[in-house]
């Protein structure tokens, strides 16, 4: 799949999605895609910062895990062209992120922070 066949999101709720369908289809790149470039993902103890360093924490992640749930997603909170998105996992990990709207109307996260799922036990 190439950047020119990617389906971009065209609000922010529709973000959540494209991770999801993404995820599972083991597209790394196509995660990235979802993010500005100079975005930051924080996930328990990685902070990555900019498309560099997420593809290295999605390609470490897709290496060890195949299997996406779709996750529960609540509608957007928006102020103009900024939106607050989330995601609640079945395994009880959330996130939230910030997604800005770019110059050509779609949207992508600036800002990504995942909850991990407390231990069971």
Known sequence: ???HTREPAR???DLAALFNRRANAGDVEGLVALYEPDAVLAAGRVVAT???EIRT???DLLARKSDFPAPETPPPLR???LAMTF???PNGAFSVEVAREQPDGTW???IDQLKLAPPKG
């Open 1 to 3: 799949m190439t950047d």
């Open 11 to 13: 609000a922010p709720e």
């Open 50 to 52: 900019g498309h560099a």
């Open 57 to 59: 924490f999605y390609a």
């Open 79 to 81: 102020n103009g062209g």
């Open 87 to 89: 995601a609640r996992l």
């Open 108 to 110: 992508l996260w600036a």
